[in-house]
């Protein structure tokens, strides 16, 4: 009986175990990828940055500009690395047709008479008894080991990027009156569709839940139409901050008011009663017990709809200008990605900082979070 | 003592009104336009990081010069945006097409607005070959009367073969002067052991349009320009012969093993922002990549132009007396309205101190003859505004000339079923039978 009772609990402990596997290694990953330089992110994979690897590269010697003479020889000096990531030179070549003819430290002939030597840490010489005349250096093919190394170079880029400090605070100035207004207002409404009695309530409650099937796209030219001719009206822009929030609460409100509803009904009934019966009206049994109750109700629709608005794109593009005081953080994110998406480096990074505020909301709300889930699917 | 101030006042006056006067006789005169403080103008575009900055740099000169207040806004999602823009009736004053096709579909919804004949007088007298330029920019109206609408800032020259010199010396090749050459140099290249051509066709939603480009290169170099405007326009179908040919052309390179690197089968899948990088690896994964001049946006870091790579114009048969055909791609600037302000915004972006600024910034070619070539940043643009300007043929990049469901559609997914081993009829046919389908 004993064993019977572990076994099951060790499968669902491995099953939990693969799932966060499986769903923390993609974010891992990306995380990696977010410190490495932007042409290795091109050519290998996040996980080959964990080790010392093997590389091959190409570099290029100094030109005639840097030749020194010395008793008869023309030399040329110089180290093939930028700067010292670590690299040790194991093998190297001349010509891309054999790119490790030359053990590190051996000497090479070219063909014009000159000897080319390299060496571990990358120093390499060039010697020759008549004078370089080429401009541009010569080419030397490395094979080298390469211990992992990391860039803070795609953070700088992002987060000294101009404009994206105010691209972050209009996302700001966006999601949270767009997330308290459809939560002020659904607050009210499914109170009313759930302790009050008139006519055609359940009709207009399952209207709402119908409209959750309607796709935001199909309306968005509609309510951009209605905007323009507010704006001409009141000879104010079309496109503002009040146009996206009430076009966000507009799409939220079917879900949120849909989602509390399904948690109100499940207060209990006799608590309600009793405050009727002690004569409160409605407004006190809203504001004294149905508000305190639903708190957990009210956080975890808070995440939701914050998250959404947080992360969202379309809808902020479509009812914002498209210049720096009004642009936000996903549009500018993927303005800086380039006109051909040159940059997509900038991408694994943009993704950590743009998730740090959704992350700090969801950890100090997650105890409201929990609850909220647990709460609306027992009834009391 | 007075005759001596008043000689130093009329010194003064002549120094000041002199090199002015100089200046406005070379034709590289500043631009200088009419008060219009207080005016506002929003422009939408498709340019983001880098250009856009660029692009603003260019109108801060309007806006100095003018009081205006100019407001540019990009998006890669440009083309969804005017579209809902234009039907909710608020579209920026001036829009930026990334192509002229886009530009047609808008124009036929009446939300463009149709340019003055001085503007097209400007574009005719100051652009290399300006007719064929204005015939690009005039679309049907909403009455379905060609009016002609805009200019093209910004053009791309798309017939180049990027390479590595260093490469071409340690093997011993010469960069090939004709289309047979070139065929015999990828020859003598896999018969070496390199493999010869990297292509890539994958670009998200995009994928495939570089092959179109390859089709449109090889259609030019085969057939006179008269028969790629009947391709372009669907007098002649899709899947005739010559269109048949030109794609099993491409396939000679694209669908042999040993030509392209990774293989065929890789050709659909590499991404073609990674595929140029095969020529700076050690060993490098092939000699030769065939894209438009923009592409040095996406070399590793730190590559030199002229250095570690260079390009030559993608050669014409010597055997076919065809000139020197150049295809291109470019943006369309256009207005949705006649307000003042706007139209003389569009016509600084005609003077050559707008292209000129644009040209210092980098990444900007135009066919403008008025302009300073020494103004361009590098030597890769001269390079490239020799090729434009020298083209005995200009055409226009087919597929962004074609409907959308063909051009950006029917004809992108089509070439890539081909890489993929469909046979040349089965795709000519059914892109084709999707065009057909939109008559």
């Keep these: 009986m004993k064993i019977k009772i572990n076994f099951s609990s060790i499968l669902s402990q491995l099953l939990l175990l693969f799932f966060v596997i499986l769903w923390i290694t993609p974010t891992f990953g990306l995380f990696i990828s977010s410190f490495r330089d932007k042409d290795q992110l091109a050519i290998s994979g996040w996980w080959t940055s964990l080790v010392t690897t093997e590389v091959n590269e190409i570099h290029r010697t100094k030109g005639k500009k840097d030749q020194v003479e010395d008793e008869g020889f023309y030399i040329i000096k110089g180290n093939l690395f930028k700067k010292d990531e670590g690299k040790k030179v194991l093998s190297y070549g001349v010509t891309s047709k054999n790119i490790n003819a030359y053990k590190v430290g051996e000497v090479a002939i070219l063909k014009d008479k000159s000897e080319i030597t390299v060496f571990e840490n990358g120093n390499y010489q060039l010697k020759s008894k008549s004078e370089f005349k080429k401009k541009k250096g010569r080419r030397i093919f490395i094979t080298a080991t390469s211990p992992p190394s990391f860039t803070l170079d795609n953070y700088k880029e992002v987060l000294f990027k101009e404009g994206l400090g105010q691209a972050f605070l209009n996302t700001i100035a966006v999601a949270l009156p767009a997330t308290l207004i459809p939560l002020i207002i659904c607050s009210f409404f499914s109170y009313s569709l759930t302790w009050m009695n008139f006519f055609g309530r359940d009709l207009l409650l399952a209207t709402i839940i119908a409209s959750l099937v309607v796709p935001l796209q199909m309306s968005l030219i509609p309510i951009l139409t209605i905007y323009n001719d507010l704006g001409a009206l009141f000879n104010v822009e079309a496109k503002s901050f009040p146009g996206v929030w009430m076009a966000h609460t507009g799409f939220g409100l079917a879900s949120t008011t849909f989602l509390l509803w399904n948690f109100m009904k499940s207060l209990p009934n006799e608590m309600l009663e009793a405050a009727k019966v002690d004569g409160a009206s409605h407004y006190d049994t809203f504001v004294r017990i149905v508000i305190p109750l639903s708190i957990p109700a009210f956080a975890s629709i808070f995440i939701l709809q914050f998250l959404w608005v947080w992360n969202d794109l379309l809808v902020g593009l479509v009812f914002l200008d498209k210049h720096p005081s009004e642009i936000i953080l996903t549009a500018k994110l993927k303005e800086l990605l380039g006109s051909r998406g040159e940059n997509w480096e900038i991408l694994t990074t943009g993704a950590f900082i743009s998730m740090t505020v959704p992350l700090f909301i969801f950890f100090s709300l997650q105890r409201f979070f929990i609850r909220g889930l647990v709460a609306g699917s027992v009834k009391g | ?439």
């Design chain 2, 1 to 439: 003592m007075n005759i001596f101030r008043i000689k130093k006042f009329i010194l003064a006056i002549t120094l000041l009104v002199f090199p002015t006067s100089i200046f406005a006789g070379s034709g590289h005169y500043h631009y200088d336009g009419p008060d219009i403080s207080g005016a506002k103008i929003k422009i939408f575009g498709p340019w983001l990081a880098p250009e856009d900055a660029s692009f603003r740099d260019v109108l801060s000169i309007f806006e100095k010069e003018t009081g205006a207040s100019v407001e540019y806004g990009g998006s890669d999602e440009f083309e969804q945006i005017i579209n809902i823009d234009c039907k909710a009736g608020n579209p920026a004053d001036i829009a930026v097409f990334p192509q002229p096709g886009l530009a047609a579909n808008i124009a036929a919804t009446g939300c463009l607005a149709p340019q003055g004949n001085d503007l097209k007088q400007m574009v005719l007298d100051d652009y290399a070959a300006g007719q064929s330029w204005v015939d690009l920019t005039t679309y049907a109206d909403a009455n379905g009367k060609d009016q002609f609408y805009g200019i093209f800032f910004r053009v791309n020259v798309k017939s180049l073969v990027w390479y590595s010199p260093d490469n071409f010396e340690d093997n011993g090749y010469e960069v090939p002067q004709t289309m047979e050459e070139l065929i015999s140099l990828t020859e003598k290249m896999a018969s070496d052991g390199n493999t010869p051509w990297c292509i890539g066709l994958e670009s998200g939603g995009a994928t495939g349009w570089p092959a179109t480009d390859w089709m449109e290169e090889i259609m030019l170099r085969t057939h006179p320009p008269s028969v790629y405007d009947q391709w372009v326009s669907n007098e002649m179908p899709f899947n005739d012969q010559k269109v048949i040919d030109a794609m099993n052309f491409f396939g000679t390179f694209a669908l042999n093993d040993k030509y392209v690197a990774g293989g065929s089968k890789a050709v659909a899948t590499t991404g073609f922002r990674d595929s140029p990088k095969g020529l700076f690896t050690s060993p490098p994964q092939c000699m030769m990549h065939r894209q438009a001049s923009f592409i040095p946006a996406f070399f590793p870091e730190g590559v030199e132009a002229g250095v570690d790579y260079d390009f030559f114009y993608f050669p014409a048969y010597s055997s076919k007396d065809l000139g020197r055909p150049v295809l291109g791609a470019g943006t369309v600037i256009t207005a949705t309205n006649n307000n003042p302000a706007t139209a003389e915004l569009m016509k600084f972006l005609m003077h050559p101190e707008a292209h000129e600024r644009f040209m210092g910034k980098g990444g900007f070619l135009t066919p403008h003859k008025g302009v300073d070539k020494s103004k361009y940043a590098s030597d890769t643009f001269r390079g490239l505004h020799d090729i434009l300007v020298g083209a005995t043929t200009f055409r226009f990049d087919g597929s962004d000339l074609m409907p959308g469901a063909v051009g950006a559609g029917s004809f992108w997914t089509g070439m890539v079923d081909y890489t993929n081993g469909k046979s040349a009829k089965d795709v000519a046919d059914a892109i084709q039978s999707s065009w057909d389908a939109i008559k």
